[in-house]
């Protein structure tokens, strides 16, 4: 039997290919084994991109990023025309799937085809100039009523772009792990010094002060911080930064830790956001310790949370007393996992993605 001719689709990051493996990098591959995808994704011109060991076939298209093409009427018009050039073939693709509102405006009014907004950031949050902020936003309100389908990741989000569309319009498609059990739940165990570790990007939402204060008050413990380092590192010796890791290498590299921690400040951005990181924590079977916001709540069984740094070094002490225990099972931790595999994830996407084409 002849086989089946793939519908074609469009997958514009916000992101480069090469970042943090995550939602992006994991929807893309995972869409590519129903459809016929193609990445769009940004990268800077004249700076070496990051470097990734992460092996994928899906089909790439680099979109060049400028430098002061934002701020610079003449560099941002050039720009512009490049990306119209790149993405002249739109009208080919049955689906453009868009993560980042701002590549809205190269599809023009005349496209046929299904647009698709992932929406799984607060986007202008996350920009300081004033006129920026503005015109991401415009961009993203136009977006949301423009698009056929439109999904949230978390119920943060979601309020907020059914209130731009004005009814209830998106879906939340939580993120998820992709990470199996292969380790058991470590067992509590009380020693003279403990390792706790970080994984993520570590940027202006990163609580340093919390880390190196609880250290000074703490000698029996270490931080370890994997991921990229986007603010001025904080020089401390209880503080140490590992870098970046392939995904498939990050169970072997916290084997060894005590616990987990994700010490935001929790601000517009945060408070969105359905971290990746917590589920993958609780698929390495570790004591996992975060700052708490509504959007966490769901995480509850398995997470210490802490609002404030008198209730982090209470909890801290606690815990250096008590071996460092998890709040969950290996019975719990499999439920939870199996509940929220990134498998789960795309069915709930591509059922409604083909429920628009049935439509």
């Known amino acids: ?49 990051p470097v990734s060991e992460h092996k994928t076939s899906v089909k790439k298209r680099w979109l060049p990023v400028l430098p002061l093409q934002e701020k610079n009427r003449f560099i941002g018009k050039i720009s512009q025309w490049i990306y119209r050039k790149l993405l002249w073939d739109y009208q080919e693709y049955k689906y453009i799937y868009i993560g980042y509102p701002a590549y809205a405006c190269y599809i023009p009014p005349d496209y046929k085809g ?3 907004y992932d929406c799984i950031d607060n986007h202008q949050a996350m920009l300081t100039a004033p006129e920026r902020m503005e015109k991401v936003a415009e961009q993203e309100r136009n977006l949301i009523r423009r698009c056929q389908l439109l999904f949230a990741s ?13 009814y209830d319009k998106a879906v ?35 609580d340093y002060r919390l880390l190196s204060d609880s250290a000074e008050e703490n000698d029996h413990i270490q931080y370890h911080l994997i991921g990229p380092v986007l603010t001025i590192p904080v020089k401390n010796t209880s503080i140490f930064y590992e870098g970046v890791l392939a995904h498939d290498r990050l169970a072997a590299a916290v084997e060894n830790y ?19 990181k917590l589920y993958e924590y609780i698929s390495f079977g570790k004591c996992i310790i975060s700052v708490y916001y509504q959007e966490l709540e769901h995480f509850r069984d398995f997470v210490y949370f802490y609002r404030t740094k008198k209730e982090y070094l209470e909890l ?5 007393q008590t071996g460092f225990p998890t709040k969950y099972n290996e019975e719990q931790r499999a439920e939870f996992l199996a509940s929220n595999d990134w498998k789960e994830r795309y ?13």
């Open 1 to 49: 039997m002849p086989s089946t001719v793939k519908e074609k689709m469009l997958y514009i990051m916000g992101i480069d290919w090469n970042w943090i493996y995550q939602r992006p990098q994991i929807l893309a591959e995972k869409l590519d084994r129903d459809y016929d995808v193609t990445v769009a994704f940004p990268r800077k011109i004249f700076i070496c991109p």
């Open 114 to 116: 299904c647009i698709i």
């Open 154 to 166: 978390s119920n943060e989000l979601r309020k907020k772009v059914n209130l731009i569309a004005g």
């Open 172 to 206: 939340l498609v939580r993120n998820g792990v992709s990470i199996s059990a292969s380790v058991p739940v470590k067992p509590c165990e009380i020693r003279d010094a403990y390792e706790i570790g970080y994984i993520g990007t570590v940027a202006e939402w990163f």
């Open 258 to 276: 005590d616990c987990l921690i994700m010490p935001f400040l929790v601000n517009e951005i945060v408070s969105a956001v359905d971290p990746v």
């Open 316 to 320: 801290l002490d606690n815990l250096c």
């Open 347 to 359: 069915h709930t996407l591509k059922n409604h993605i083909q429920g628009w084409r049935k439509g």
